[in-house]
């Protein structure tokens, strides 16, 4: 069974550049989950989706941030203007329960370097 | 506000030590815990998750044990080997609307020497 895809892997950019990142998850997983990932911290949830629908996007910054997940299958999360601070690794899971009773698998992340 | 602390930051054993790490939470409202590893440049990879109203869970050498009244999780490692050298993170599952949303510790900085 694939696991959780993400692309890129890498992404630099300038300041005040937008930028987009893409997941795939897990087959059959209704559950996808972003999160963000500073050096030496953990993860910290940007969004949840159940199925299409984003269940508790209260952490997301709206001002730039944006996140789509088209059919409730595959997301995108977008960022416009970036900026420094949003220098970062970009989780994406998934889970097959609602609710998430259940495992979160990650992907390997992209990991964002805005200059 | 939910709060994850894992104690020890950083810990070095040699290869074959029995070992232990900690994590508390501030609220026992939790919906399940569970303990990930991380790589250096990689995702996480969920480890072993226990659910609020369980003691322990086992797999192979790990062990992990919850204490929801006292906000407290332990993972036992057991003989240690090189290969188990990462970043090990605990997260609690909030038992509100929030379900399912994890909050992570900062995580515990393994390195077993060969």
């Known amino acids: 069974e694939a696991g959780v895809v993400q692309s890129p892997r890498y992404k630099i950019i300038e300041k005040k550049q937008p930028v987009a990142f893409w997941c795939n998850p897990i087959?059959?997983?209704?559950?996808l989950y972003w999160y963000l990932q500073n050096l030496g911290q953990g993860p910290e949830l940007l969004i949840r989706?159940?199925?299409?629908?984003?269940?508790?996007d209260s952490q997301l910054p709206k001002d730039r941030f944006s996140a789509e997940r088209l059919k409730g299958v595959d997301s995108t999360l977008k960022i416009q203007p970036a900026e420094l601070g949003d220098s970062a690794v970009y989780l994406c899971?998934?889970?097959?329960?609602?609710?998430?009773?259940?495992?979160?698998?990650f992907g390997p992340g992209t990991r964002l370097t805005v200059l | 506000k939910q709060e994850v602390t894992q104690i020890p930051a950083a810990l070095s054993v040699p290869e074959g030590e029995n070992l232990v790490l900690n994590c508390s939470f501030t609220?026992?409202?939790?919906?399940?815990l569970q303990w990930f590893r991380q790589d250096p440049g990689k995702g996480l990879t969920s480890l072993l998750l226990?659910?609020?109203?369980?003691r322990e869970q086992t797999s192979g050498r790990l062990n992990a044990s919850l204490d929801k009244s006292s906000g407290r999780s332990t993972l036992y490692i057991a003989a240690s080997q090189p290969g188990d050298s990462a970043t090990y993170l605990c997260?609690?599952?909030?038992?509100?609307?929030?379900?399912?949303?994890?909050?992570f510790g900062k995580g515990t900085k393994l390195s077993v020497k060969p």
């Open positions: 989706y159940e199925n299409e629908e984003a269940v508790d």
């Open positions: 899971a998934s889970s097959k329960l609602l609710g998430g009773t259940d495992t979160q698998y």
């Open positions: 609220d026992s409202a939790i919906y399940n």
């Open positions: 997260a609690v599952s909030l038992g509100t609307r929030s379900q399912g949303n994890l909050i």
């Open positions: 226990i659910q609020s109203s369980q």
């Open positions: 087959s059959g997983h209704n559950t």
